[in-house]
């Protein structure tokens, strides 16, 4: 494990840092404009310094470092980036503001375009942040309700803008690991990137990493898994030895165009849950906000679904334009779940493509309420259904539907038998061949589907190089390697028919650890 900078790296941080670390000022909220003569600066924290202190004799250099991350934090001014060494005992912070419940390092300054503030392990280092969540609701000495702790401890509160979290290894929260503002929509550009974040325990909606109300954030190749409910203490799950039922790896209220791209998650109910969409036609910086881009994630042993889009009742927002691709969802009950009926206009556009499903037992999607729907380039292996639900109109207040524009191009195995439409309806329909499928059109008008689907989609054997390992990359003699896909062309379909790595990127010089401190 590297435990220090090489000497010459840590004199070159510590002299471009001296005009800036010196200052030792304590910052209020940045108003967004910098002045000319403002140096972004690199600071330090380091527990195991034998000169580290948060006394104003000590400026952040790598020669005399903060003592806490949360001392380091009030300090930075856009452009600043914090780097926070490994510990021999981990960084417990529980940080509160007055009068708050809910506390852990909180971030209330922000960045500024092109300047984000930057907390990071330092290079080649991850430090642990364990927020001890036996300890967040009850004094260790009493075993009281604690009058010093957080009821609801995260890792990191974000409630500021241009802000980037990276690095860290975060665990044993009582609240969600890395959280955006839950009061207020005001939080935008957070991205939080390359952490190991797990064993959140918390009551109801609790998530490794929890964007509510964040626009344009993006989670970056993360390790996110093991995140608890524990609301109800009678239930189980059926993944781990934990008492508890699961929850998600990313979720957030009214999220605005989240960008989830190359994480790893498992050990969850859900793995990314939209809840409750923007509002239509919400811009930010000239851009248009929409449902969320979740493209190259690797996601297994998820009880639920790998992505769901919910509504928190009658009437709420539609959505629009959602993306799932180049994703591999290994062992869920379903790939995608959209439950959008009860939303006060009609949902759509929802491209589902490149994807990898194995061992799904419903297989590609669970859909309600949502147009336009497009569904192409897809591997499909070891699922008991391919499903496409709509809602019987019969059951709701509104006149939302599903229309399914394009079905096809898609690769299924030879045990995927069921192909299911309406299930919920007096129509419902099951169609037992590839063959009656693509003729659902026809025979249920009913339906949504536009066209007749998966007109070019075959069946056969996927061959992957080795599934039980999660490898889903196809071998040379795989169908699936020479398909018709949407464009036209002939090539290889599922996760990898889209060049680039899935899942996150795990060869770190320090790998993540699964261990937990007692």
Known sequence: MLKRLPQLFIFFLSFVTTTHASEGKVNTKDDGVTSKNAVAAIYHVDKDHPLASNLPTNDGSADKPWLTIQHGVNQLRPGDTLYVHESDEPYYEPYRAPGKDRGGITISTDGNPGSPITISGAPGERPVVDQRRALSSLNHLTGLPSTDTPLRLTGFYITANHVKISNFEVRQTSASGIATAVTERSTKYVTVEGNHIHHQYGQDNIAAIRFDHCDLCVARNNILHDTYNTHDYSKSNPYTNEPYQMHAGIMGYQMGSPLIVNNTMYNLDRGVFEKSPVEPGEVLDGQTLHAGTIHKNLFYNIVK???????????DRPSYDAEFSANIVDTARVGIEADLYETREQSK????????????????A???????????????????TTNFYTVDPTHQNHSNTNQVSYFNNNFYSNDADTWELEIYSNNSQKFSSLASWKGAHSTESASGLIANPDLDSVRGSVLFLDPLRRNFQLKSDSGAKNMKKRDGSTGEIGAYGINGNVGADVVKSNPPTETIAQ
């Open 305 to 315: 679904g790998a992505y769901l889009l919910e509504v928190m009742g009658d009437p």
């Open 366 to 384: 669970s859909i309600k309420g949502y147009h336009e729907i497009q569904i192409y380039n897809n591997l499909v292996v070891k699922s008991k």
């Open 349 to 364: 556009r929802f491209k589902i493509y490149n994807n990898t499903f194995y061992n799904v037992d419903w297989g590609i």
